[in-house]
């Protein structure tokens, strides 16, 4: 069993940014991929942003050149740098991890609030 613990959530300002992290503890062998997905209120949650154990990363349109996400493989951990937040970003992120095999295990998720 796996447990995933995030942190980095919060209010901030249109513009400002905030840094999720995610640690992965327990049963953390054969992960292939970390990421984040998002879902705001009355929409369908949706891909942010994903790292692979070789460290090649995707991104959905909306937050390309303004998210960073990366990996941190001796801790288990995964964050992303969010960078010119705007209100559309408002949404819970939660964290997702994959294994070699297709199983996937979700975080609680974390509130980011973008809002003057």
């Known amino acids: 069993q796996v447990h995933l613990v995030e942190s980095g959530g919060g209010l901030v300002q249109p513009g400002g940014s905030l840094r999720l992290s995610c640690t992965a503890s327990g049963n953390i062998f054969g992960i292939k991929a970390m990421g984040w997905y998002r879902q705001a209120p009355g929409k369908e949650r949706e891909l942010v942003a994903s790292?692979?154990?070789?460290?090649?990363?995707t991104y959905t349109d909306s937050v390309k050149g303004r998210f960073t996400i990366s990996r941190d493989n001796t801790q288990n951990t995964v964050f992303l740098q969010m960078n010119s937040l705007k209100p559309a970003d408002t949404a819970v992120y939660s964290c997702n991890i994959k294994y070699i095999w297709n199983a996937e295990v979700w975080g609680q998720g974390t509130l980011v609030t973008v809002s003057a």
């Open positions: 790292i692979s154990l070789d460290g090649s990363s």
